[in-house]
């Protein structure tokens, strides 16, 4: 394919593959970009070689199947982008086949995105310097360009939290000018760079730390709130609430369930992790306990559940996250309450509480929380934790919620008719059922005809 490309035209491995490659890591995407062609041309070599998909003439895009892999491969024209308008989308797009590498580099966000690669001699064409930012690990814009697409600051808060980058200064300034353009982001493009943070992440405070330099933050105000909000320092020595909750994200990462799990629970356990004090600004007071005047929280598990929501909402995150990570913030510290011990009961209440969560999720999140005090130890609680996990594993409601034993085809069966008091005396079964009272189907039929007999 490449060598039918070469005959007519000059291929660039270009983008995200090459920053992969630089970096270790497998590139999950090829981009080639071909200088000296037309469109046309560049179509007729690449039609042989399998289905070719024209996403974008006006910009010169072609998407090749190969016929032989089933790999997909994005083929482009060197491309000028002139601003029209406000937004994200507010571009002229015209492929101009002449420009030099160094040209066509220049519309990339990002010098390390800046790079390509000449696929038959192995060149490194790197005009904007690169191959030094990342070896640095700097995030740098590439041209002052960068200051007319503001989707890119929310690609570099999402990049750093995936590569460990830091922001170079003169970016962060050139975001600041534009903070007030994050208004004419489609929510969907805010969601896009939200969930790669959420899901892609080797060092997520990384991402915070991005939207604080450049004043992006306060469109997140959940999570702006946290800065300045005070702990008490014999409980929380790392700080005020919004470093404690960056070192739970970096400790959720490194946790092995994080590490082992799929890109929904990811997400899930991220939005959890960040969510879980979005209620301590409203909530912490300072108050005398036993002699001492200390920085407290009452309440702010429950306080935090409508933020969360609303920061989801803000974010455009899909629906169905929002209860789940709604009942890990209010539930985050299930293991500080009640008795020493952990009953059956008391497992089964919360397990139900936290539907469509589970317990495996709320222990997750648990243990970025104590992870996320250094250098206090944790051993105290994360013993608590797993007394929450083995009680929770023997009942078989680690990773799933109690169903209710007894149904309407039981009572229909006992010769009750459906009706409107169906529901209560279920609802009462399911109750019992959670107290104990029985843990079977015959014991539900039992409990429920006793019920209807008294």
């Avoid at 892999?69 to 308008?85: A, I, N, V």
């Amino acid at each position: 394919m490449l060598d039918a490309v070469r005959r007519i035209g000059r291929p660039r491995l270009v983008g995200g593959g090459v920053r992969d490659w630089l970096l270790g890591i497998t590139p999950k995407d090829f981009d080639i970009e071909v200088g000296g062609a037309d469109f046309e041309s560049l179509h007729r070599a690449l039609a042989p070689f399998g289905s070719t998909d024209v996403v974008g003439r006006s910009f010169g895009v072609l998407k090749v199947r190969s016929r032989e892999s089933g790999e997909e491969y994005d083929f482009s024209l060197p491309r000028r982008e002139s601003k029209t308008g406000a937004g994200h989308r507010g571009f002229a797009v015209a492929p101009e086949p002449t420009l030099s590498d160094a040209d066509a580099a220049a519309r990339r966000d990002f010098t390390v995105n800046a790079i390509a690669l000449d696929p038959f001699t192995g060149e490194l064409i790197d005009p904007h310097g690169g191959q030094r930012d990342l070896a640095a690990k700097i995030l740098r814009h590439t041209s002052a360009a960068f200051i007319e697409d503001p989707l890119r600051v929310l690609r570099a808060f999402q990049l750093a939290a995936r590569f460990d980058f830091s922001l170079a200064p003169e970016t962060a300034e050139l975001s600041r000018r534009i903070a007030d353009a994050f208004a004419e982001l489609p929510v969907e493009r805010v969601w896009g760079e939200w969930e790669k943070w959420a899901v892609k992440s080797v060092r997520p405070s990384r991402g915070l730390t991005v939207l604080e330099e450049t004043g992006w933050l306060r469109h997140f105000p959940e999570i702006a709130a946290l800065r300045g909000t005070t702990q008490e320092p014999d409980w929380h020595p790392e700080g005020d609430v919004f470093t404690h909750t960056q070192h739970c994200l970096d400790a959720l990462v490194a946790l092995p369930e994080w590490m082992t799990s799929e890109a929904p629970r990811r997400r899930l356990l991220m939005f959890g992790v960040l969510a879980h004090d979005f209620g301590k600004p409203a909530t912490t007071v300072c108050v005398e306990k036993r002699g001492t005047m200390r920085w407290t929280s009452p309440g702010h598990e429950a306080a935090g559940s409508p933020l969360a929501q609303a920061f989801l909402r803000r974010i455009g995150a899909p629906l169905d996250c929002d209860a789940p990570v709604s009942a890990l913030v209010v539930h985050h510290l299930a293991h500080h309450h009640g008795k020493t011990e952990f009953t059956d009961t008391s497992v089964r209440r919360l397990a139900r509480k936290l539907a469509p969560a589970t317990i495996d999720d709320l222990a997750t999140v648990m243990r970025a929380d104590a992870n996320g005090r250094p250098p206090l130890p944790s051993a105290e609680i994360h013993l608590r934790i797993d007394q929450l996990v083995a009680k929770a594993h023997a009942l078989a409601l680690a990773d799933t919620a109690p169903k209710s034993i007894v149904l309407g085809r039981h009572l229909i069966a006992l010769g009750k008719k459906p009706g409107p008091d169906f529901k209560p005396i279920i609802d009462a079964a399911f109750e019992a059922q959670l107290d104990g009272a029985f843990a079977d189907e015959a014991g539900g039929v039992a409990w429920v005809t006793a019920r209807l007999q008294g």
